[in-house]
């Protein structure tokens, strides 16, 4: 009982507060079988055999048979509980993963998003330029510079109308 209650000293508190519950209790049932068997008179034939050595030896067998039992569930219990915790270990090895990996996109879209910014600034500064030299004369000779860099822009001149 004291190994099994070292074991459920390092168990998630989910699990440590049935099991130690059910471990008193069984620690109960042995200190109540232990009154059973020191009240049990000496001349009495509990295993129906005139001989009071094989009573105890029965009592004992039936009592190591339920510690047995009881090991064995706590046993299963904690390789239960072993594989839930590798399983927890596992999802949050994934979700550091997954976040690391999300930082890391929202990162490169924030410069992408940079990127394209420049990008249509430098593109809106040169639309703007070739507009200034078409009207002060100093770009295309013609209205049809004009047309040329607006359906360079905005599309062929014909869709307007």
């Not at 270990?89 to 990127?115: C, F």
């Not at 330029?129 to 001149?157: C, D, F």
């Amino acid at each position: 009982m004291a190994e099994m209650e070292e074991e459920l000293r390092y168990a998630p508190m989910s699990f440590r507060n049935p099991m130690m519950s059910k471990l008193r209790n069984y620690r109960k049932d042995l200190a109540k079988l232990h009154r059973e068997v020191r009240s049990t008179p000496l001349t009495g034939t509990p295993g129906g055999r005139g001989d009071m050595k094989y009573g105890a030896y029965a009592l004992e067998n039936e009592h190591m048979n339920r510690l047995q039992t009881q090991r064995t569930l706590l046993l299963q219990g904690t390789e239960s509980l072993n594989r839930a915790t590798q399983s927890i270990e596992r999802s949050h090895r994934i979700a550091t993963e997954t976040d690391q990996i999300g930082s890391e996109i929202i990162e490169e879209l924030g410069e992408q998003r940079e990127q394209l910014e420049r990008t249509k600034s430098r593109s809106d500064n040169q639309q703007a330029a070739a507009l200034h030299h078409h009207l002060t004369g100093a770009g295309y000779p013609s209205w049809s510079g004009l047309l040329q860099i607006l359906s360079q822009n905005l599309g062929p001149v014909n869709e307007w109308c």
